[in-house]
């Protein structure tokens, strides 16, 4: 091991760097929001009700699509909230799990 390294070069970072992660968040973002725009869009404007001749929406299809981002924002935060949910208390378990496995020796 040299402890006196002479190098000029910067330490690398061990994780990813703040533009990496931006960048990952960024693309995620723009997936989900093409999901639920895809989705949303699916389900209530439809070619055989709305032929597309007309440039606005209707009122019955705006409040459809205003219900579905709804619907679809708050199943997303539920299934978020859940994961964590899980998440932690699996982590909690191992952390016991490991206690008594490493207090056993």
Same mark, same amino acid.
């Given at each position: 091991?040299? $402890? ?10 061990? *994780?990813?760097? @703040? ?6 968040? @960024? ?5 989900? $929001?093409?999901?639920?725009? =895809?989705?949303? $869009? ?22 459809? =699509? ?12 539920? !299934? !978020?909230?859940?994961?964590?949910? =899980?998440?932690? @208390? ?9 206690? !008594?496995? *490493?207090? @056993?020796?």
């Amino acid at each position: 091991m040299d $402890f006196f390294k002479t190098s000029a070069e910067p330490p690398q970072p061990s *994780g990813p760097s @703040a533009f990496d992660v931006a960048k990952t968040d @960024a693309w995620q973002y723009q997936d989900e $929001f093409q999901r639920l725009s =895809v989705s949303c $869009f699916k389900k209530c404007v439809s070619a055989q009700k709305h032929p597309y001749n007309e440039g606005d929406m209707s009122l019955g299809e705006m409040q459809c =699509v205003d219900r579905c981002v709804a619907k679809y924002v708050e199943t997303k935060k539920q !299934l !978020l909230e859940t994961h964590n949910r =899980v998440h932690t @208390a699996a982590q909690t378990q191992a952390e016991v799990q490991k206690g !008594l496995v *490493g207090g @056993a020796k």
